[in-house]
């Protein structure tokens, strides 16, 4: 992705021994993590962290859209086809995955009223 052209704000669990994050990509600024709070599956906690890294963001340089995505559920497309998509998409919400029997682990997201994640890109 074009610098400038996005933002990542992240949580790590407080146990973690990662205080700071290698930042060769250039992800996150000065390899500072946004958040740092324990998270629950299912639990308010989850909640309440979306909330917090939301409110980072905002107060961050004005963004088209946010996209909130797990360590299990990521697009698997560039960045450049991602953006295209979501513009594209404007005002819609990603709200679902679809976990595949036999692959473990893997989810991809889907956009409303298609397939897959990554159908929906084929479809624009």
Sequence with gaps: CPAGSFAVHANVEPQSQTAKVNDTHG?????????????????YSMVDVRY??????????AHEWFLFLSDSCAP???C????RFLA????????GTDRSAGESGSSRMIAPGSGTFADAFAQT
Excluded: M, N, P
């Excluded at 992800?27 to 639990?43: D, I, M, P, Y």
């Excluded at 917090?52 to 340089?61: G, K, S």
């Excluded at 450049?80 to 953006?83: E, F, I, L, P």
């Design 27 to 43: 992800f996150f600024a000065a390899g500072r993590l946004k958040t740092s709070l324990h998270v629950e599956r299912f639990q």
């Design 52 to 61: 917090r890294l939301l409110q980072a963001a905002t107060a961050e340089a």
């Design 76 to 78: 698997l497309v560039d």
């Design 80 to 83: 450049h086809t991602a953006h």
């Design 88 to 95: 594209a998409h404007a005002r819609r919400s990603f709200i």
